[in-house]
């Protein structure tokens, strides 16, 4: 039974969610939009992502430091220290028209270097100078002008570009001009440079140790994915040890222990296949010495083209079953290595052309590649009637490419086609047999060896 509560409270509640939903789409379809933008334009890498990680709070945090340090503290104390000048010559300017004074002007001048720490002259009244070229983020300029106008109104012509260390100031009175000299570290805050010199300089030598510190936690990963890489390829690392984090440290040992279990549990499928092997070769041999004393009848040659046919298949399976992991990697000529293939085909009455372009030398498993490319050629001319084999190197990879002129496999299945025990023979040739491993074995070698195997249209045909 239902509550009819329960459904008056849903209704309600679905009545709210339904517009706020309306509303939040477009803020998600815009995150999702940011979040792939920044996927595309963000570094790869776990050391670069780490190392933002650790630079871009410190640079933000420095950024916000130098604001509020240049707005609130530089800003705030070059203008009072500006104004406490500024008040010192409209003090002097207030004894100049109020107080009578001697003539050459003496007393008040020397009250001035004396008491004020600033030189100062009367000199006639004549026109100002025109206005100096302002710099444009001078705070001395901007708060010195500001205050002349603020305390004492009257015109002035001010210098904070010709003089290094000083700072003029002309002011107009009634019948003469003030001229004062003043020290530059009097009007602003002059140690300013101070705090961000040891601010970049202690972040620069924090990021340099952050990055001492990355650079020996990411390289136990690294080694740690060089490893699973190197024996996912069928060449194991024997010096890999444990390194680095505790958590790295567990995810190298989780490897070294799965790699162990992988390499014992092959080697057992080794043995026992070896020991399938022994026994069924000796039955199967035990059957050709039996039909050989029963003569040339047609009987016995169907059933030695049965024996021949589960010897083949055999060889196949246990070829399929074993891998490759047994033979060492060595340096090969491939040009040889297919000059060898072609000789073979023509033995055997097949059309086979090879060629290779470029430096030839690879590091390869040499009887498993000659075996890979052998089931290739052989698949080809086996439903076709020209088989053409082309090799380069092009770059770090060996790019080896078989055509042949037979009817091809569909794009539907041709991945399908390297499945193991799955033959294609129905749809193309029905007098053909085999075990259905000839793709799959190839495919397998290719892995093996860090590469793959693809299924493509080719210029002849298949």
Known sequence: MTDPEASVRRQPLNGLLKPLAGLLSPLILIYRAISRFMYRIMPKGLFTRTFLIIVAPIVILQSVLV?????????????????????????????????????????????????????????????????????????????????????????????????????????QLEDSILRIFTRRSQ??????????????????????????????????????????????????????????AREVRRASLAFIDMRRRIERQIEQRT?????????????????????????????????????????????????????????????????????????????????????????????????????CLSNLVTNGCKYGNRVEVKGAIEGRWLIITVDDDGPGIPEDQREIAFRAFHRLDLARNMDETGSGLGLAIARDIARGHGGDLYLEDSPLGG
């Open 67 to 171: 604001f509020v340090f240049m707005e609130r503290h530089y800003q705030l104390v070059s203008r009072r220290m500006s104004e406490a000048v500024v008040r010192e010559i409209a003090a002097v300017v207030y004894v100049l028209e109020n107080f009578p004074q001697d003539l050459d002007h003496s007393k008040i001048e020397g009250l001035a270097s004396r008491t004020l720490g600033m030189s100062i002259s009367v000199m006639p009244l004549e026109p100002l100078p025109p206005p100096a070229p302002k710099p444009f983020f001078d705070v001395i300029d901007k708060e010195l002008s500001y205050a002349i106008s603020q305390k004492i109104g009257k015109p002035f012509w001010i210098d904070t570009v010709g003089r290094s260390r000083f700072v003029e100031i002309r002011i």
């Open 187 to 244: 009007t602003y805050a002059s140690n300013s440079h101070i705090f961000l010199v040891w601010m970049f300089s202690t972040s620069l030598v924090l990021v340099i140790i952050a990055l001492l510190f990355l650079r020996n936690q990411i390289r136990p990963i690294i080694r740690l994915a060089n490893a699973a890489e190197a024996f996912g390829r069928g060449r194991p690392e024997e010096d890999f040890r444990a390194s680095g």
């Open 271 to 371: 043995t026992m296949l070896a020991g399938v092997s022994h026994d069924l070769r000796t039955i199967l041999t035990r059957l050709r010495l039996q039909l050989a004393f029963l003569g040339d009848t047609p009987e016995s040659d169907a059933m030695r083209k049965d024996v021949d046919e589960m010897s083949h298949m055999l060889e196949d399976y246990l070829a399929f079953s074993k891998g490759d992991g047994d033979e060492a990697i060595q340096k090969t000529d491939m040009a040889l290595l297919l000059e060898e293939l072609e000789e073979e085909a023509e033995i055997s009455g097949q059309d086979v052309t090879t060629s290779f372009d470029g430096p030839a030398e690879a590091d390869i498993r040499r009887l498993s590649m000659k075996r």
